[in-house]
């Protein structure tokens, strides 16, 4: 069973990045869909982006779409974010996601669609 790690939350202000990693244990990183959820006090739990085992197939929610990156080192069992232009409603606490199981690309927006979770880092973003 894969267990996962977030890491690299912080406070950063309006404008500026931070990089999230996700370390997963176990021999089989390389066939999981990995994903990033985020959810901000009040609020439900909303998508931000995934990754196909592949490394081909990417996703994201309109509203982090080329601010943020996710990239995938399977040699390294981590997926990271990359967020840029960061803004004050991107403050949320930030989870990793996984599943072997494989679905239409548009079905990992959906947090169904993943049966592991990570236990989330805080990413606060001050104006």
């Known amino acids: 069973q894969v267990q996962l790690v977030e890491s690299g939350g912080g406070l950063v202000q309006a404008g500026g990045s931070l990089r999230l990693s996700c370390a997963a244990s176990g021999r089989t990183f390389s066939s999981y869909t990995m994903g990033w959820f985020r959810q901000a006090p009040g609020k439900e739990r909303e998508f931000v982006a995934t990754i196909v085992r592949s490394d081909v197939n990417t996703y994201y929610a309109d509203s982090v779409k080329g601010r943020f990156t996710i990239s995938r080192d399977n040699a390294k069992n981590t997926v990271y974010l990359q967020m840029n232009s960061l803004k004050p409603e991107d403050t949320a606490v930030y989870y990793c996601?996984?599943?072997?199981?494989?679905?239409?690309?548009?079905?990992?927006?959906?947090?169904?669609?993943?049966?592991?979770w990570g236990q989330g880092t805080q990413v606060t973003v001050s104006s």
């Open positions: 996601a996984a599943t072997m199981n494989t679905y239409a690309l548009g079905y990992y927006r959906q947090s169904s669609a993943y049966n592991l």
